[in-house]
């Protein structure tokens, strides 16, 4: 009998309770799927554009509501939202604001660990069992997806040691590749199982 190490290329951590896919991120059946937004909270290009299409009238109306009477000076970075999902498949939309990268004197890991934890508060807040991340910052956001996966893995893990309501996150990759990088840089303990 001789120990080794599980799970590490087929993308499930922490006992099942994060897994990777490659897909699109508003077909994800989830409780909430989570918007890679800007301060405006009223739509964009790349994650944003997709889910704002696909959900309709309805997501960008309660994101006016939230910005009237919450945040009139738009979303700061870092800060996350809940709206309704619309027409998705999941069944909200949690929007936070990603670092745009080199854009705040050093803090862009601060914030981005922000993203994903505040995220992951919103949805435990609302009593969600699951929830899907897209790679926040790494499109139009210039972050480099290598330090990302360091620091959205370390984020979500941190989170997860300290609660136990939330049973699957899922993080959502547009092209294998970028799945392939996360899976090199990130730092989800591995679990070491007894095997022959
Ligand atoms: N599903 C999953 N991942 C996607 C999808 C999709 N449908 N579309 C793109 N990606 P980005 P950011 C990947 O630019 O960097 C918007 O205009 C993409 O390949 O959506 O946080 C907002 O309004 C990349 O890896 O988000 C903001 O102004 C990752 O998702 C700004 O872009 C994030 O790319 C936010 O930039």
Redesign the pocket.
Known sequence: MSTHISKELDGTFLSGRVCLVV????KQQVDAIVN???WTLL????????IHRAGGEAIIEACREIRKNQFPQGLPTGEAVITIAGNLPARFVIHTV?PIYGRHDGREAELLAACYQNSLRVAVQNSLRSIAF????????G?P?AKAASVASQAIMDFLANQYLLDEVRL???AQS?MTVFLKHHKFKLEKTEGS
């Open positions: 897909g699109d991120i508003s890679a937004a800007n739509g964009g290009g790349g994650v944003d554009g997709a990603g897209p790679a926040i910052s790494t499109g139009a956001f972050y997806p959502v990759f547009f970028d």
